[in-house]
Structure formats: C-alpha cells, structure tokens
C-alpha cells in the first residue's frame, strides 16, 4: 500500500490523502489530484513527467524535485549543439570535458578541435613550501 498525501502547510494537518496498491505508480496517482493555484508540491523522481510539470506550471501551481540523473541540463546542451549528438556520446564525453580547459559551447559545437594552448599556465614550476 501507499499514501499519496497532501498537506496543508497553514494548519500542518493532510488536506488530501488517497491510498494506493504498492504498484500503482507515484505519477498514476498524482495526475488524478487537483491543487489550488499558488500550492507547493514537494515530491521525488518517480513523478518525472514533463507534460504534467507543464501543466502544474500553466495552474500556478509551484514544484520542487529532483531531476533523474541531470538529464534536463544534458538534453538542454544536445538542443544547444551545432553538432549532432546523441545523448548516449554527449553524456560518456562531456564527462571527460571537466578536465580539459576550454569553452564549454565551442566544444559542443565543434568536438573534434584540440583545446587551446594555455600560455602563462604552465610556463613555471611552483615551488613547495613545508613548515614556513
């Protein structure tokens, strides 16, 4: 069993509440809801659904969630992209990127370009200090 609750944050008590099978998926019981314009939802990955969010947002009803893995930032910087990425490369590689010192746009754009050379970087060597 599970307990789809809404709570009214003014008197702290539950202003809705529905009991479901254990099966029944978090999303599948949240679209039957309907909440007040202004109302904040808190809620976990298992209600990731785009289209609802849209529709949550066109009520003024406010979310807060975590997204599943980053994926929103990854797909926003794939649509971004000059270059024709699939999710699968853009995501194995970008990983890599975090090293490497360069224009995160120009590399989405234009992967197969070597980084630029960093003048004054790597010019002189830093003396350790111990005990000064």
């Not at 975590?66 to 990854?74: G, Q, T, W």
């Not at 024709?84 to 090293?99: E, G, H, K, T």
């Amino acid at each position: 069993m599970k307990l789809h609750l809404v709570l009214d944050h003014d008197g702290y008590l539950p202003s809705y509440a529905v009991l479901t099978e254990g099966n029944t998926a978090d999303i599948t019981a949240a679209k039957r809801m309907t909440f007040a314009p202004g109302t904040m939802l808190v809620f976990d990955r298992g209600y990731a659904d785009y289209n609802w969010w849209l529709t949550l947002t066109r009520q003024k009803v406010h979310f807060v969630t975590r997204l599943k893995d980053s994926m929103l930032l990854v797909k926003y910087l794939q649509l971004k992209s000059t270059f024709s990425w699939s999710l699968s490369n853009l995501v194995a590689l970008l990983r890599q990127q975090l090293f490497v010192y360069r224009d995160l746009f120009q590399w989405l754009n234009d992967p197969f370009k070597a980084p630029p050379i960093l003048e004054g970087i790597h010019d002189g060597q830093t003396e350790l200090a111990f005990g000064r």
